[in-house]
């Protein structure tokens, strides 16, 4: 015969100060997890948001990133004439030629600023992007012009629209703010590209070369036909695996995290295990007499483990509340492929919600079996003599 759940709930109740402390220490073990999650997933999102599966990257062999790259207008000059490119409404092959690099922006949180990363680029290469623009316009060939990702100019000051920024040689002006629908490119700057290489003494020798094929299959064949050219020698990827790869940044930050959380889960444990063992000191007779009624042995220990869940779930609901708020919040942190800083929101959606209240009922199962087991050891006549 089981024991109602409305006993535990009742016990629960009954206890509320040692209730309410033991919850809000498994919520501040779980909150950590659910923050950690958070971060990762959003970064891991606003890279895998960002891509074309059709586009096609080409850069020098060898290389993993656009910043270390270097290619030349000749190696462009063939690369683009490739079977298997897509043309434009102009007939033109859709292929960009872009320089990377990477500038120093100051805002609250580090004075001495952050790199940003700093994409020249041809308005052909705006196109294959398929961007939007929620203020100002594109910049004009030529000019010392500057479009800011959404993020960058959310972030900095000196990125606002009619603010100007200085780098290589001379003032640039914002004259807009673009949106990539969450992904990588909103914490990025676009510039014309000739004047990006000019302004870095960089005239014939730029990062990497933008192509987008006709279909998926094509771009398979357009990759390994690139690659083994020997006129051209260089590495080809997928946008798409390009910036998959960049989620190694959040690695080391996941591992920190979850220690941090694993330590704090041990205090958390031991911490719902002295609640329960004091539950069932307490609660000596309340055990003898349910022994007594014909309760089992079974049945009280899985009583007193349900208590325990129950006291956990609690803490986990809890922490969801509490780390709720971040949701969306927007934050930063440093790339160490691009060198640079990659601005991105908090995700704490439902999948990592649901592994936060995991957790913390594997905290309460583990905090509270040893407890429900020495109550349910407890003989009949020794636990109604118990004060």
């Not at 042995?297 to 609901?317: A, H, N, Y």
Request: net charge positive.
């Amino acid at each position: 015969m089981a024991i109602p759940l409305s006993y535990n709930f009742r016990n629960l109740v009954v206890r509320k100060t040692t209730t309410v402390m033991t919850a809000a220490g498994i919520a501040m073990t779980v909150a950590v997890l659910l923050a950690v999650l958070g971060l990762v997933s959003g970064l891991q999102s606003a890279f895998a948001s960002t891509g074309d599966p059709l586009h096609v990257l080409v850069m020098r062999k060898g290389g993993n990133a656009e910043l270390t790259s270097l290619l030349t207008q000749q190696q462009f000059q063939i690369v683009k004439n490739f079977p298997g490119i897509a043309t434009g409404h102009d007939g033109q092959p859709l292929a960009s030629l872009e320089v990377v690099t990477v500038i120093n922006l100051p805002n609250a949180d580090n004075p001495n600023g952050m790199n940003i990363t700093t994409r020249g680029l041809s308005t052909r290469g705006v196109e294959m992007r398929h961007l939007k623009l929620i203020a100002g316009r594109w910049f004009r060939p030529g000019q010392r012009e500057v479009v800011v990702g959404k993020a960058t100019a959310k972030r900095y000051p000196k990125a606002q629209l009619g603010q100007q920024i200085r780098f290589g040689k001379g003032l640039w002006t914002v004259v807009g703010i673009m949106d990539s629908g969450g992904g990588a490119v909103d914490s990025e700057i676009f510039a014309d590209g000739p004047q990006v290489a000019s302004d870095f003494n960089r005239p014939d020798t730029y990062s990497s070369a933008l192509l987008q094929a006709t279909d998926e299959v094509t771009a398979a064949a357009l990759k390994k036909s690139l690659e083994g050219d020997r006129r051209l020698n260089v590495t080809v990827m997928s946008e798409k695996e390009y910036y998959a790869l960049q989620t190694v940044s959040a690695a080391p930050v996941k591992f920190l995290g979850i220690f941090v959380c694993i330590i704090m889960a041990i205090g958390s444990c031991f911490a719902a295990m002295n609640t329960m063992y004091a539950a069932v000191a307490r609660r000596a007779k309340e055990v003898g007499t349910l022994r007594i009624l014909g309760f089992t042995r079974g049945s009280i220990t899985l009583s007193f483990l349900l208590e325990s869940l129950l006291l956990s779930l609690l803490g986990g609901l809890l922490a969801c509340v509490i780390t709720l708020p971040l949701n969306g919040v927007t934050t930063g942190m440093g790339n160490f492929i691009t060198f640079s800083e990659t601005s991105f929101n908090f995700h704490v959606g439902p999948e990592v919600m649901a592994i936060g209240l995991v957790f913390s009922l594997i905290l309460g199962a583990l905090g509270g079996f040893l407890p429900a087991r020495h109550a349910a050891k407890k003989e009949i006549l020794t636990a109604l003599r118990d004060v």
